[in-house]
């Protein structure tokens, strides 16, 4: 088939860093603009000092790092310039984090609002979570993010959380795409689901782990992620500790890095309930979820719910008020638990689930369906097609 003779569309996606977890993502975006007459680029910088410890920066296709510098303002939060003015200047749509902290992102709204002046000027597009999730926002700071994400062309909503506040804060609902932002999880459902097929070479890994960790089946919790402040490391630790002392054999496997890294590494001594395992993704993850009953997850609970499915390791979490988007993602009760915010009432929970099997089995099997609503084509598709619709708009 003859390739298209039409002027390629220019997109750019300007990220603070590329953690691994977005690679599938810009990939499968990727190939699909390529097919429709658009090319990407990804203009990023270093990981910020908040998450270099994670140690989860990756490249991909198309990605182009920039000089950035990072201004600290004295009690407050630090500012961003990521320099990327001559690497948009040709673009059609440029795509930006919707933070405040940004600086460039000032300026390309700037520009955009004086095409008439300033000849060729970007569309601008925003994703994110549409209000502020993770954190405490002032008043003036909440207002100064609707304003900012008001002034673009284009809204790319995480979730249909984010997506509702938008629109109720005066961004039209038909410039707004709902992503459903995940990570891929392909090689986690395969691995996974080899680990239960006798004669496999997952099968015969899994039963490894499960007598290296001396792991008894219904009482394994698993826990993957950053190991810093947002996702409450003490409080999981004392969980298992209290576990262990009420569930014999009971094992907590701690698989991730970053600054906490230090209370797991002291906690994980012999014949204790604590495992500390480092850093893991992909296909080792996979197997400690073969291995495991539930995931753990009292702190803040972000893209591991979408994991907590293609694992089929149902989470149980609290009702924190700081936790990410995807946290929509979860039904109480149907494909996950959350409690009150409490130790001892979240210690109780866990431990009456992993000794109800039918209660334990059913919340499984709703894991392995919703695995199906959150995936990397799905919200590549999604995204591309609000691409689509915004150049369109524009002519």
């Excluded at 599938?24 to 990727?30: I, M």
């Excluded at 007459?37 to 991909?60: E, I, K, Y």
């Excluded at 390309?108 to 970007?122: F, N, V, Y």
Aim: aromatic share 8%; charged share 20%.
């Amino acid at each position: 088939m003859p390739k298209s003779s039409k002027r390629l569309r220019r997109i750019t996606v300007v990220q603070p860093y590329v953690p691994h977890y977005r690679t599938a993502f810009f990939s499968s975006v990727q190939e699909r603009l390529n097919a429709s007459d658009c090319t990407l680029r990804v203009l990023h910088g270093p990981p910020p000092p908040s998450v270099a410890a994670r140690r989860d920066a990756a490249r991909c296709a198309g990605a182009v790092e920039v000089p950035t510098w990072r201004l600290t303002v004295p009690g407050g939060p630090s500012l961003f310039w990521h320099e990327v003015r001559q690497r948009t200047a040709t673009a059609d749509v440029v795509v930006l984090e919707q933070a405040l902290h940004n600086l460039e992102t000032y300026w390309l709204l700037a520009k955009r609002r004086m095409r008439a002046a300033a000849g060729h000027s970007p569309q601008v597009a925003l994703w994110g979570h549409g209000r502020t999730y993770t954190k405490g926002m002032s008043r003036f700071q909440g207002a100064a993010k609707d304003v900012v994400t008001r002034r673009a062309n284009w809204f790319f909503a995480y979730t249909e959380g984010g997506a509702a506040h938008a629109s109720s804060h005066g961004f039209p609902a038909d410039r707004i795409t709902v992503l459903r932002n995940c990570v891929d999880t392909t090689e986690l459902a395969v691995t996974r689901s080899r680990a239960e097929i006798p004669g496999t070479p997952e099968h015969a890994e899994a039963a490894g782990l499960r007598k290296r960790h001396r792991l008894v089946p219904g009482r394994t919790a698993l826990f993957v992620g950053g190991l810093d402040a947002p996702k409450r490391i003490p409080f999981l630790l004392d969980c298992a500790h209290h576990l262990a002392a009420v569930l014999p054999g009971f094992r907590l496997l701690v698989a991730g890095d970053g600054a906490d890294r230090h209370l797991v590494e002291a906690a994980s001594v012999a014949d204790g309930p604590v495992v500390a395992l480092g850093h893991h993704s992909g296909r080792r993850v996979a197997l400690l979820g073969a291995v495991s009953d539930v995931m753990l997850m009292p702190g803040r609970v972000g893209l591991c719910a979408v994991d907590s499915f293609a694992l089929r390791t149902p989470v149980v979490t609290t009702d924190w008020p700081w936790h990410a988007p995807e946290f929509e993602y979860l039904e109480n009760g149907r494909n996950a638990v959350v409690t009150p915010d409490d130790p001892v009432e979240y210690a109780a929970a866990v431990q009456g689930l992993l000794n109800d099997r039918s209660r334990l089995a059913s919340l499984r099997e709703a894991c392995r369906r919703d695995a199906a609503n959150y995936t990397i084509d799905g919200m590549a598709a999604r995204f591309c097609d609000g691409l689509q619709n915004m150049l369109g708009r524009s002519g």
